[in-house]
């Protein structure tokens, strides 16, 4: 059977231009807002999904890792007696102001993160090597994203204030970049000096803890209940914490529904304009339309023309805005901003692009009113 | 009314008292007052008349595009009046064939994909359309352009596109609106020698709106419309065994 829709789409490609850049634009907005929310807020959990911990241990109710408090020492003993964990390091957190040497610019809000400086270490293994590790034994040593050296007036070598103490940067890493503040990576005895609430000794703000075996962290929960002998604590697997954090910033700060509030202007936006442009063109040929219908062909048939080729439309468009939003991220990728993509959001958003266009071929068939036979006989 | 049921008998269609009025601002134009006639098969009948009196209402009328104020359109003895509009397209798809005066074609299609789309929605498997495509081109003396878009066609071999687009239906019922008008006379002739084989060759009931004095010459009967009626009608000498076959 002839498709009318393709010929179309094929010999008269310019005609659909328009339509099809509307449909390309959304899905090109669409896509590069959720890579940059994901990229913001997957930064929320940097220190979850940039290290290799299986399991965090750490306050009951911590909604996300900023708001980490301080959990007793016994806990980590308690993970070491398990038979199902590897391995167990502290995290400590710590908030603080960086000032610059020569304290010119205000100071700067830091989360400092106290991590094991032993070779192999699980604490940010995915963005620090390991000679850079062991450097950070050095008292007063700290690494920052390469991005950060701007914001905090510093460079390698230089020092600075944090909370008061002389601290200097032994060196910078990429991926480090979080949100809400500068992370800074010390050695936890140099995170312990920095922190100005007095914590008791051998408490960490977490425990981190390597599996024997990952697939068996339902039956470590399940063992390690919190006992009010160790004071209170909670378990999570890695992915739990991270989606957690993640989800703390995007849904109970608002931006969530910011973030959708636009979307949803987005896909309107783009539903508006490419049905009016697939609509001009509906009725521009109404008169074929029109002879067809006068011939026999039912204005069902005629619509289902016009929604084959909207969705044709929105495959085109599709097609091109994850050309440009994939150039767009590798650009992101490379200019330090925090971008980032996943398959479950590329289908989203490529079922979204493609409603856009079903919308748009939906609305452009009210056109066909226009077809009506008998205006072809006068 | 008894004069009328007489009349019904070797028509294709029948029409009975159609009666259509325009809106137009507060006005309303009566366009057809009460016309009643009967087409054959067979042969090529003309409507014809001054301009505005109402000639292409009635062929809509009768070809079922459009519904009468009043008045009923008997085709092969049934109402189509009565039809509703899915109907109406079934009716149109299986047994109508239109030739407008725009020609009306797709400029993305080849002369063969126009003639070839309508008959998908027939129901006709590709190579099927396609044969009887190629056939209905063939009667045009298109065959020497299948390939080409309307962009790269003439005037009158868009027509001829036009026309093979409505006889590959094999339509029992053919209607055109001034089919040459936008013809010169070698390409008009062209036209009316196809509307006339078509008639006789297949049985069709062909019927024509032209005041082209070309049509009017080679018809086998003429209905002259004036005042929203039919005011005489008459068969052009060359058709021997023409009896009159008066409405009033
Ligand atoms: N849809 C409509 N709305 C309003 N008026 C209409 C409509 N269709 C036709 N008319 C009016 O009805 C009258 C007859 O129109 P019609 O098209 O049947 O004339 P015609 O005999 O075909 O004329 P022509 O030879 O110029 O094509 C005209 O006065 C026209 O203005
Ligand atoms: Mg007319």
Not at chain 1, 106 to 117: L, R, W
Request: net charge neutral.
């Amino acid at each position: 059977m002839i498709s009318l829709a393709r010929q179309s789409l094929i010999h008269e490609w310019r005609k659909f231009l328009p339509a099809v850049m509307a449909v390309g634009f959304s899905g090109l907005l669409l896509l590069v807002q959720a890579a940059l929310v994901l990229g913001i807020f997957g930064s929320a959990a940097v220190y979850v999904t940039r290290s290799s911990a299986d399991v965090w241990v750490g306050y009951p109710g911590t909604q996300s890792v900023n708001f980490g408090r301080s959990i007793g020492g016994d806990v980590a003993m308690r993970l070491h007696l398990d038979p199902g964990i590897a391995a167990v390091e502290p995290y400590v957190w710590v908030e603080g102001d960086w000032r610059g040497r020569d304290d010119t610019q205000g100071a700067a809000s830091v989360f400092v993160s106290g991590i094991n400086t032993s070779p192999g270490a699980m604490m940010f293994s995915q963005v620090l090597p390991d000679d850079l590790r062991l450097r950070l034994r050095e008292p007063g040593a700290v690494i920052v994203d390469r991005a950060d050296l701007e914001q905090l007036n510093a460079g390698v070598g230089g020092e600075a204030w944090i909370n008061g103490r002389l601290v200097h940067v032994i060196g910078v890493v990429d991926g480090l970049r979080g949100l809400g503040g500068v992370n800074v990576l010390a050695s936890l005895d140099s995170a312990r000096m920095l922190d100005t609430s007095n914590a008791s000794p051998g408490s960490a703000t977490y425990f981190v803890a390597k599996l024997r075996d990952p697939a068996e962290i339902e039956s470590v929960r399940v063992r390690i209940k919190p006992e009010s002998a160790f004071g209170p604590f909670e378990v999570w697997s890695a992915d739990e914490f991270a989606s957690r954090s993640q989800r703390y910033w995007l849904f109970d700060t608002g931006a969530g529904v910011a973030v959708l509030f636009m979307a949803v202007i987005v896909f309107v936006v783009g539903a508006v304009i490419t049905s009016q442009s697939l609509l001009a063109l509906v009725v521009a040929s109404a008169r074929e339309y029109a002879t067809l219908n006068a011939l026999g062909v039912s204005f069902t048939s005629l619509a289902r023309v016009l929604v084959e080729q909207s969705l044709w439309v929105g495959a085109i468009g599709l097609v091109i805005s994850a050309l440009f939003g994939a150039a767009l991220l590798w650009l992101a990728g490379h200019q330090g901003v925090p971008a980032d993509m996943n398959p479950v959001v590329a289908i989203a958003c490529a079922v979204l692009v493609m409603g856009l266009a079903f919308v748009s071929g939906l609305v452009a068939t009210r056109g066909l009113w226009r077809a009506d036979p008998a205006m072809l006989l006068r | 009314m008894n004069k009328q049921v007489q009349n019904w008998q070797g028509h294709s269609i029948e029409a009975q008292g159609l009666c259509k009025s325009f809106m137009s601002g507060e006005v309303t134009i009566k366009v057809l007052d009460g016309v009643s006639i009967g087409i054959a098969a067979g042969e090529l009948t003309l409507i014809s008349g001054p301009s505005g009196c109402g000639k292409s209402t009635l062929l809509s009328l009768l070809s079922a595009l459009q519904k009468p104020d009043a008045g009923r359109v008997l085709i092969l003895g049934q109402d189509i009046t009565a039809l509703g509009q899915k109907d109406l397209q079934r009716f149109r798809l299986e047994h109508t064939g239109f030739i407008f005066q725009g020609f009306n074609l797709f400029g993305a299609l080849t002369a063969l994909e126009q003639v070839q789309l309508p008959l998908g929605y027939l129901g006709l498997s590709d190579k099927q359309a396609r044969e009887r495509a190629m056939q209905a081109l063939e009667e045009v003396d298109m065959l020497h352009r299948v390939a080409s878009r309307p962009a790269q066609l003439s005037g009158g071999e868009k027509q001829r596109v036009a026309m093979a687009r409505a006889l590959a239906k094999r339509p029992q019922f053919l209607f055109a609106d001034e089919p040459t008008s936008a013809l010169d006379g070698e390409n008009g002739h062209n036209i009316v020698d196809i509307l006339h084989r078509v008639a006789r060759e297949h049985g069709t009931t062909v019927l024509c709106v032209s005041h082209d004095p070309r049509l009017i010459g080679s018809a086998d009967r003429v209905l002259a419309m004036e005042d929203g009626l039919i005011g005489r009608e008459w068969r052009p000498e060359k058709s021997a065994h023409g009896e009159s076959n008066a409405v009033k």
